[in-house]
Each structure stands twice: as C-alpha cells, then as structure tokens.
C-alpha cells in the first residue's frame, strides 16, 4: 500500500518480473535494541527509506528540522528507488547491520520479525519517547503483530477507482457509495458501448482489489498462516477478468504494456482503473482530461472489505540507540511542520496533529482528503487482515504471473496451479 513515487509499487513488481522473490534472507544476530540509547553524548541514526528525489528533498528538509530541534542527534541518510532499497536492505540485514530506522511495509513485518530484525517500539511508548496517541482511524495498531509494535503509520491509502470524470460524465454515469459488481460490470459495458473506450484497464493483477473482493465475502488474501483462498476463487477472478478483456470492457493489455509507465487512463485506453487513492496526482500530470475518484463495488451494497493501509517508519533491533530512534518516529509523525513539508508524498498524514496542520489547496489532494473522510464516516473502514512472513514473494508472484495471463503466455488453469504452487513455497519457509 505503499507509494513509490512517480511509479506506483505495483508497476515497479511488474517491470522487475517479481525479483523480489528471489531476496531471501539469512539469519541475522538477535541483539535486542534495547539499551538505554548514547548516555548523554552525540548520536547519528542511519535512516533508509525508498521513494522519488521529490521525496527525499522533503525528508531531507524535515530531517534539517529534527537535527535542529535535536542537536545531539544527527541523521545520516540513505534512499533508493523501491526494488533497489529492499535488495540492498536484505544485504544490510543479513549482515547484522540493518539502517536505525527505515521506512518499511505490512507485507514484510512478519518476514523481518521472525528473523530478528525488526525493534518492538512498545517498550519506547511506555518509556515515554514514542506516543500512539492522537492516531486516525485506528492507525495506531496497523504497525502490531503478535503483540508486539513493530511499524509506526506515517501516510494512510486506500484502494479507489481513478476515473476520467469527462468520460463517465458523457456515458451518463455517477458511482456512489454502495453500487454493486453488477453495476460496476453495467457501467463497464456502456463506456464501451457509447464511449468508443475500455471501461477499465483491467484487474489482472491488482492484488489489493481482489484481497477487498475476497473480504467482501468473508474470506481475504491472506491470513496470519497463508493464503485465504482456494484455487477456485482465484480461477473465477481470473477468468472474469479474460473475459472483460475479449469483450472490450477492459483494456487490451498488449495495448498497455506499449505505453508504459504512462497509465492506461491517461493515455485514454481506459474510462478508469483500481489503484491506490494517493496515486491521483499521477494521473493529472500525465493526463489531458480531469480525473477522480469514485467507490470500491460491493457484493451487497455496503461491505467495501477496505481498510487504511500506510508507510510505516520501523526501527533496527541491532541499533545502539533505541530512545533516539523512537524521539525519531515519534517527531516524524506527530510534528505538524513534518506535515506541512511533505504533504501528501507518502499519503495522507496519520496522526491528528499532522492531518489538521496540512490542508491541500489543489483539487486532486483536497478530493484525496475527501475520499479517505468519506470512508470514516460511513464506517466502511475494516481492520487489515495480518500478512503473514512471505507475504512479499506471493505478492511479486501474483503480479508477475497475472502479467503473463494477461499477455496471453498462461491460460488461466496455468496461471492459477503456478502462483499457488509459488506461493505455498513462499509462505512455508
């Protein structure tokens, strides 16, 4: 759920053809991070994250804020582009010299946890150095697993539909909360047949989608032990979403894969797509029409299955300075400059404190704003299923092995039987 700057995290899987999977990571020593921090001299923190250079220009400047407030900590930096941070990361960890603190993700706090990686921040929050209080819609507890903190929200996302707003205006259609598949499937068929236009780019491989299809019926993608459903389940998307394909209602993904990085909707392959709700700005800098967000479809008219998702901000259990990673954190998400210089680069800002110290002037972030309100309000908002170690190769497995269906070089039954067989491999070890 993650942002990746001007490339959303999904296409970086796509274009990398799921090299994250073959990172594996050794054991790394289990020093425990908790000791009491420098003792009263000079500390320098290695922090690492991933993202764009507009990105680190702002982290650099809230970093110049904190060493100013903090003159006895300094802030030695470090980012690479998404798939670069994690292959260097795992080389780091591995060696038992893992950054103080970094930038981290749902998908790999299992995976990092259980090979002793990652500092449980609960004994900092009772120490006083890192607050959870003031948190949005239950974002405090996003960065929990098996009682232990290990990730503190620093942006919140959730999944939308982008949609180009003059085409569904001229098809004569408005989404509101609530509408349903067969409405979705309805207004798909009516963009084709009156717009001359894709309804959609496609749901192939946008996992998150299908994780809320899957909550929308009782079941998820994962689990705390795996997959969360059958082969069966995952037959009937893929198979709906070929069907779109020859039919017209989605866009051709050949068609797709020459104008990349540019969007499908952008290019005006498709009316819309799932994605992301911070993404949006990406599409108005690559677009020519004017573009928004519309509702997740629902199985019954109410259940959407979304949740906020987020950034997080995680500390190295081998650190030698636990207090000053966690003032760290706590400064990086409760200060309300922090909020006012990086926006809404890593999603909307998490705590109260920021949230209310930034209010966007353009439209595209102020309808950001907007949509992920909307979802408190309505109380459609549920808790994240746990994601459990491995959940980062299934994830690559799963993009990179619907690219291949969607290109025509798997049938369904292959693709299906291969990232299953993928998966159970990953969730395993």
Not at 18 to 32: E, K
Not at 198 to 218: C, E, F, H, P, W
Not at 276 to 285: G, I, M
Not at 412 to 429: G, R
Request: aromatic share 10%.
């Amino acid at each position: 759920m993650p942002t990746s700057g001007s490339v959303d995290r999904r296409g970086l899987l796509k274009i990398a053809g799921g090299s994250l999977a073959a990172l594996g990571l050794t054991a790394a020593g289990c020093g425990s991070g908790s000791g009491s921090g420098s003792g009263g001299g000079d500390v320098t923190l290695r922090y690492a994250w991933w993202g764009s250079e507009d990105r680190a220009k702002r982290i650099n400047r809230t970093i110049a804020l904190f060493e100013e407030q903090h003159p006895k900590i300094k802030i030695k930096t470090d980012f690479q582009p998404y798939l670069d941070f994690w292959k260097k990361f795992n080389t780091q960890a591995s060696g038992g010299n893992p950054p103080d603190v970094f930038q981290n993700a749902v998908g790999f706090l299992r995976k990092y946890d259980q090979k002793n990686v990652l500092l449980d921040l609960k004994q900092q929050v009772s120490a006083g150095n890192l607050s959870m209080d003031g948190f949005r819609a239950g974002l405090a507890t996003f960065g929990e697993v098996d009682g232990k903190l290990l990730g503190v929200p620093v942006g919140s996302n959730s999944m939308a539909m982008v949609i180009d707003e003059k085409v569904y205006e001229k098809a004569g259609i408005a989404p509101k909360p609530g509408w349903t598949w067969d409405e979705f499937d309805a207004a798909m068929r009516k963009i084709r047949d009156t717009q001359g236009v894709a309804g959609d780019s496609g749901m192939y491989g946008v996992m998150y989608l299908y994780d809320l299809y899957l909550r929308q019926n009782g079941k998820a993608f994962f689990t705390a032990d795996g997959l969360g459903f059958t082969e069966a389940d995952l037959t009937q998307w893929w198979t709906k979403a070929h069907a779109g394909v020859k039919s017209g209602v989605y866009t051709d993904p050949k068609k797709i894969a020459q104008i990349k990085p540019k969007s499908a909707v952008a290019a005006e392959l498709a009316a819309g797509e799932f994605t992301w709700d911070n993404f949006t700005v990406r599409y108005t800098a690559e677009g020519k029409s004017s573009y928004g967000l519309a509702p997740i479809p629902t199985t019954d008219g109410k259940k959407t299955g979304q949740y906020l998702g987020s950034l997080m901000l995680s500390g190295s259990r081998r650190t030698k300075h636990p207090k000053e990673v966690a003032q760290f954190i706590n400064f990086m998400v409760h200060d309300p400059e922090v909020a006012k210089i990086m926006g809404y680069d890593r999603g909307v800002p998490t705590t109260t404190a920021q949230y209310e110290a930034f209010k966007p002037t353009d439209e595209v972030n102020q309808q950001i704003a907007a949509y992920e309100q909307q979802l408190v309000d309505t109380g459609v908002l549920e808790p994240i299923t746990p994601h459990p170690a491995g959940a980062d190769v299934a994830e690559s497995a799963f993009l990179r092995i619907a690219e291949e269906l969607a290109l025509d070089k798997r049938s369904v039954d292959s693709a299906v039987k291969q990232f299953f067989t993928e998966s159970k491999t990953a969730l395993a070890s």
